[in-house]
């Protein structure tokens, strides 16, 4: 009788935490909305948080998910972007760019996935060894050069961005023609978004993607169930580089060139994505933990676009800005747990 | 079935701290056996273990299970056809996941993974018979994450994980240790009903000797990592925890640590404890 009463309750806790996300996810669009006009902040942002926003959907899978300290994504990042500029500026289509970043970036994880797993070098060393020697094959794709850039080249942007702006002016007027460029990108980048993260969910619900959820968690209690736990790590480092490397050829069509040092403090950047993405939204299940990721990343650029529309910063400030903004993000929910740790220990002293 | 054939395991070879945790370990189960393997810390019971499940490598000697030399199998794919159940109630299921989703993957047991879906509706029945064989209301919480569960409660999981498929062996490493009492019973009643349902081999290593008596056929001592006693038969059912403790002390070195004699999660009786008082002075 009681175990009954204890399902039921069970339930429509799945279900007050359906409704308790969605509803911290409308306030946060609010929130969101009302800082971006007062602090006249450009909506490129939200296109440029959509370009990187995969790249924090895979340190929350590396991250949260295999449990494996990964910085590969520094490397799988410009690796992508390289393989994407290079195909781009040798004529071959924007999707088969995306689809050689992809494999590019999945190879990566693959390179220390192995590394890990072959000499038992674990994960944060193996992705250091892993990237530093990716930084030598983006340039090698790159053809020695350090920077290429995209001008005049059909990428996914400027293939759509003529005929866009021409229906943007035919339904809206002139007003919206400033931002075409920005609301293409957005539509554009949101629609791959969405596909991947559907793709991404069907996969984690599938009997390998518990497997993979499982091996972060416990793997010896995956070893013990027969399943070979290297290839769950094997898999899921490289799904992981797949998006980043796609992440990066987004990125790199987004800004019209690649260069190089494109991923410079990337892991960063992700791991704030998934903090705040947490913290705001409160996931509970493997879904709401994947959009929580990219609604993480939003944040995270929009945010620092405000700061520097309100500190009018010269754009050479940028990574000082970004550890700031890392910084809150990892340090609030701290500090906040020691003041009410404090405020605990003052309440029982009275 | 199972075959150990002069098994060594050493630790720490060539140095300072070389242990033999096991010296030449032979050992033959036959199908259906119920084996309770005792001794004091560093006998080598969780080494044997170890080499069985492929968590420890052998030096030397062979491990044949049902014909077959499993010798140099990786750990997880002797899993597909051993089943295991740890002291430390955390290591047997997988938090952050609920119990349907635990109870899933051991379903695959043996089975390639694949791309169908994580939890299947036509396998809900099957795991509501086997969580209400248990009595703890577990059915009715399916959804539920593991990590909000008991130590107890986590364990019978994990006994169910480790039998979902029948294993052709079970190993039970001190699986009640980590329990207050009323769970430890609980635990200890379903590991009896598993082991009678399914008829599978099993060894149980365990610190209490009530629980090696009242359990399975056999009872193996071991000692600096070598079996001293291997009792079975007739010998085996007039076996009381104090002859036990006696052929215990007969051995050199053996000490037997308060935890062994009081944490045995409250299964030792006055009187196993006066007679345990008696042999400890008789041998001093």
Redesign the interface.
């Known amino acids: 009788m009681s175990s009954q009463a204890n399902a039921d309750s069970q339930g429509s806790d799945s279900l007050s935490n359906r409704y308790n996300f969605l509803l911290r996810g409308l306030l946060l669009i609010v929130v969101t909305g009302v800082v971006m006009s007062l602090g006249n902040v450009n909506i490129g942002a939200i296109g440029q948080g959509l370009g990187y926003a995969l790249a924090g959907v895979c340190v929350f899978i590396t991250y949260r998910i295999l449990g494996f300290v990964d910085l590969t994504v520094d490397g799988a990042f410009p690796i992508g972007g390289a393989i994407c500029a290079v195909l781009i500026a040798g004529g071959a289509s924007p999707e088969a760019a995306l689809l050689a970043a992809f494999v590019f970036g999945a190879l990566t994880g693959l390179a220390t996935a192995l590394v890990d797993i072959l000499f038992k070098i674990e994960g944060l060393l193996a992705s250091i060894i892993v990237i530093t020697a990716t930084y030598t094959v983006t340039l090698r794709i790159m053809g020695g050069r350090s920077n290429i850039p995209l001008l005049g080249q059909e990428t996914l942007i400027s293939r759509h961005s003529r005929s866009f702006r021409g229906w943007l002016v035919e339904q809206f007027g002139d007003e919206l023609k400033r931002q075409s460029t920005n609301l293409l990108e957005i539509m554009l980048f949101g629609g791959i978004v969405i596909v991947v993260l559907v793709i991404l969910y069907w996969l984690m619900r599938s009997e390998l993607g518990l497997a993979v959820r499982a091996t972060g968690k416990n793997a010896q209690m995956v070893r013990a169930t027969g399943i070979n736990h290297n290839v769950m790590i094997v898999l899921g480092l490289m799904v992981a580089n797949g998006l980043a490397g796609l992440s990066g050829s987004l990125v790199v069509q987004q800004f019209g060139f690649a260069d190089v040092s494109l991923g410079f403090g990337l892991i960063i950047r992700g791991l704030a994505a998934v903090i705040i993405g947490e913290v705001l939204l409160r996931p509970k299940s493997t879904g709401q933990l994947l959009v929580a990721a990219v609604a993480g990343m939003l944040v995270f650029d929009i945010s620092r676009a405000w700061i520097f529309s309100s500190l009018d910063l010269p754009t050479t400030d940028i990574q000082f800005v970004s550890a700031l903004v890392v910084l809150a993000a990892l340090g609030t929910p701290r500090l906040y747990e020691r003041y009410k740790a404090y405020r605990q220990r003052f309440a029982n002293t009275r | 079935m199972l075959k150990l054939d002069n098994i060594s395991v050493t630790f720490n070879a060539g140095t300072n701290n070389e242990v033999r945790a096991l010296k030449e370990v032979s050992l033959s189960l036959e199908e259906g056996d119920f084996v309770t393997v005792i001794g004091s810390n560093g006998a080598g019971k969780s080494t044997l273990f170890g080499v069985i499940a492929g968590a420890a490598t052998a030096d030397s000697g062979q491990i044949h299970l049902d014909g077959r030399d499993i010798t140099h199998w990786?750990?997880?794919?002797r899993?597909?056809v051993i089943g295991?159940v740890?002291q430390d109630p955390?290591?047997?299921?997988?938090?952050?996941?609920t119990i349907r989703?635990?109870l899933?993957?051991?379903a695959?047991?043996?089975r390639r993974?694949?791309?169908?879906?994580?939890v299947k509706q036509d396998q809900e029945q099957w795991f509501r018979d086997e969580l209400a064989s248990q009595n703890l209301?577990l059915?009715?919480?399916l959804?539920?994450d593991v990590a909000l569960l008991s130590g107890g409660q986590r364990q019978s999981i994990t006994l169910i994980?480790?039998t979902l498929v029948k294993p052709k062996l079970l190993l039970l490493d001190e699986h009640t240790a980590a329990l207050d009492p009323k769970a430890a019973e609980q635990i200890i009643t379903l590991t009896r009903e598993l082991a009678d349902r399914y008829e599978m081999s099993t060894v149980m290593i365990t610190h209490s000797m009530q629980q090696a008596c009242d359990l399975g056929s056999r009872v193996i001592m071991m000692h600096q990592g070598e079996i001293v006693f291997d009792i079975s038969g007739r010998e085996r059912y007039q076996l009381t925890p104090a002859d036990l403790i006696d052929r215990f002390h007969s051995l050199d070195n053996a000490e037997l640590s308060d935890a062994q004699v009081l944490g045995q999660t409250g299964s030792f009786s006055q009187k196993d404890l006066i007679s345990l008082a008696r042999t400890s002075s008789r041998n001093r």
Not at chain 2, 74 to 77: A, N, T, V
Not at chain 2, 90 to 97: D, E, H
Not at chain 2, 113 to 118: A, H, I, K, V, Y
């Open positions: 990786p750990e997880y794919k899993s597909q295991r740890f955390r290591l047997g299921t997988c938090p952050g996941l989703e635990n899933s993957l051991a695959i047991h043996g993974t694949g791309l169908r879906r994580d209301g059915e009715e919480r959804d539920t994980m480790a």
